[in-house]
């Protein structure tokens, strides 16, 4: 079965690298294939294109269920229910609304947003609102999060957001399954309303039901490099826990009652798998704790049939169930990080001779996955982090046997009693804020995490068998050898340009803009974003992933345009994250803790044979802040690129003055993001770009880029690319041709929008 279920995974993992889907007499000839192959019973062979085409259909069916491009942008009434608890901050509360009503043709779950909402918003009201749609759509960047992969693996088939006129109204609750929601929002609200300043809330409802949406970043960001994340939401290892405590209890009450009609390991494993999935409720049914319970059913199912079956065996079933229900878990990080991990922890203790004491089992499970986990981390997340083992061992107990059943002792006492509620929620902040202490300290720590470069897929071959070699039992020769194959993941650096070469990205940072500049042995980031709350930038979200992906960990110059929050918002996160040489902009005092130094024409130097010369502001500077952006020429020996930031007519009446032909370049990056006030037809004619990259996000509310703007690169001959349209904008400068290529050309995957 192991073979076999490896096949069905194969077959859909195919699936999931295809630009585009195939068309339906292809999945029509996959089907009469896959007959074929029963009938001569092929099983193999069957299991692979099984995995192929029952793939194909989910993701057809999947996609048929998203909005029509007709109806975007257009007021609908819909009516429907909010399906999970909403994230709320300051300014807004996001949500999954499942549509029960509609006089149009509309995706069945579509999450919105509502700003400034005048209601309170709870899981599992019933609302009738007025809504604006668009397609799934999210920025698309190497290294950053994919946001139409996740929405299309969660079944939203559209985002949007709630017009307050007209007014929404909230209507009578009618009992149906969201009730699951309601119980949940109910348990959240008596959590807040317990007495007490409880400093660790947020984590308790975490633990409790999954909700982590009010941990704050700061918090996020020490789990993360301390390698405990995965201990601070309802994930398969707490399912396991509790599945493997009330088995434990169970079996032990079962045989002292002497009732032995029913045999108690079944009896025990009955009731793990009824907690399993009530814990899992709790959780909303999230799609980890999905897994988590079809993997602990396959597992209880082999005790309750009395089968006695190779572990590998029982864990390769319970990944072809999950892939069967949805084969889209391989798009999850934590689809192959959680099978992964159980099949190291077997292949590392099963079967050994000599049985490791508690303590020592504990250390030697911990160190197996902590190197065995190592490539995937680095090649999802470009970062491992180096106290993870000893964060896990003090973590793991605190959690698994204080924290999560103390958090699911006080939910279940509130409902009986506040006051005593109040009493355990005390004790487990207690427990919380001492183990926040420890991780705190382990996270400010020298080299706590590593970021690296994203090792290649065929380091990822060698590494994960060298991982098998080096967990061997003792006595098996050459061990030594699984060192030297995980030796490629370690050294895998991606390719820098050559002397006199130079790279640009223009970072899909939506209606902002971003632009890294990659030279032999250097790098330059011109702007960095907006801010949109505490919480969320761009620095964070899309830089910060890009530079860890291209293995940079260091800037040599921050270049920030002008103070506009769409080009310095993520400033801050970037600087505190990586290590900035020199930080220029018009704006020093807005980031005066950083010694900045103020950009001014004249500005000249030479990195690695490409020149770099600042041609804007001049003194004494412009009246309006956005002329005052710092225009930057970066120029080979055969190709130049111009970023102008959000300069308009009168500094580029100025520029055209004062350079005259010195202006031209090959790729210019679109003034205020293709605004009308801006590219006008003098500076156009004056550049004569071949390429103009346009900074705008999809379907902006400033209408960017103009039509009329449009009409004047045409009118030049240039050809434009819009990352709304295009993701990230690659510009490779190399001294015999310029290459000009965008994500969603090379990279994007049948879910992507185009």
Known sequence: MLVSSLLYLAGVLLVQQLPTLPAIQWLMAGVVIVGLMAWLRFWRGLFFMLGITWAVLFAMNRL????????????????????????????????????????????????????????????????????????????????????????????????????????????????????????????????????????????VKALAIGDGSSIPQEQWEVFRKTGTLHLMVISGSHIGLIAGLVYFVVLRLWAWTNLLAWPPQRVAALSALAAAILYSALAGFSIPTQRAVVMLAIFMAAIILQRNTHSLNTLAVAMFAVLLLDPLAVLSAGFWLSFLAVAVIVYAVAGRLGKPGYFEGVIKINWATTVALSPLLLFFFQQVSIIAPLANLIAVPVVSFLAVPLSLLTVMVMFVSSALAGKLLFLVDA?????????????????????????????????????????????????????????????????????????????????GLSAVVQTSHHVL?????????????????????????????????????????????????????????????????????????????????????????????????????????????????????????????????????????????DVLIAAHHGSKTSSTPMFLQTVQPDYVLIPAGYRNQFGFPHQFVLKRYQDIKAKWLNVADQGAIFVEADKESLAVQSMRTVESKYWNSR
């Open 64 to 203: 048929s269920d998203r909005l029509p491009e007709s109806l975007e942008g257009i007021d609908i009434p819909v009516k429907g229910v909010i399906a999970d608890l909403p994230e709320q901050d300051e300014k807004r509360a996001r949500f999954d609304f499942v549509i029960t009503d509609s006089t149009r043709d509309l995706p069945s779950k579509v999450k919105l947003s509502w700003y400034y909402p005048r209601h309170e918003i709870k899981a599992g009201q019933h609302w009738s609102f007025t809504v604006k749609l668009k397609r799934p759509h999210g920025n698309l960047n190497p290294g950053g999060f994919d946001y139409e992969r996740w929405l299309f693996a969660e079944g939203i088939g559209a985002t949007g957001y709630v017009r307050n006129n007209p007014a929404p109204a909230l209507l009578p609750d009618e009992p149906a399954w969201y009730s699951i929601s309601a119980g949940r929002q109910r348990i959240v609200d008596r959590l807040s309303q317990l007495p007490g300043d409880t400093q660790s809330l947020a984590l």
């Open 431 to 511: 427990v919380l804020q001492g183990l926040w202490w420890i991780l705190n300290e382990l996270a400010s720590a020298p080299l706590s995490a590593i970021n690296h470069a994203e090792p290649s897929v065929w380091a990822l071959c060698f590494a994960i068998p060298g991982v098998l070699i080096m967990l061997a039992p003792a006595g098996m020769p050459a061990r030594w050898l699984g060192l030297v194959m995980f030796l490629p993941v370690v050294f895998t650096k991606p390719e820098q340009p050559e002397t006199g070469n130079f790279k640009m990205t223009l970072l899909d940072v939506g209606q």
């Open 525 to 665: 980031v011109y702007d960095t974003g907006a801010k949109f709350s505490e919480q969320s930038d761009m620095g964070q979200s899309v830089l910060l992933p890009f530079l860890r992906k291209q293995g940079v960990d260091k800037i040599d110059s921050l270049v920030i345009s002008h103070g506009d929050n769409d080009h310095i918002g993520g400033a801050e996160s970037l600087l505190a994250d990586i290590e900035t040489e020199q930080v220029l902009t018009s704006v020093p005092q807005q980031l005066s803790s950083h010694s900045p130094i103020a950009c001014a024409a004249a500005q000249s130097w030479d990195w690695d044979g490409v020149i770099f010369t600042v041609l804007s502001p001049r003194p004494p500077g412009f009246v309006s802040e956005n002329d005052n952006s710092c225009v930057l020429k970066i120029q080979s020996e055969k190709n130049s690129v111009l970023l102008t930031g959000d300069i308009e007519a009168a500094a580029e009446s100025w520029l055209v003055g004062v350079y005259g032909e010195q202006l031209k370049a």
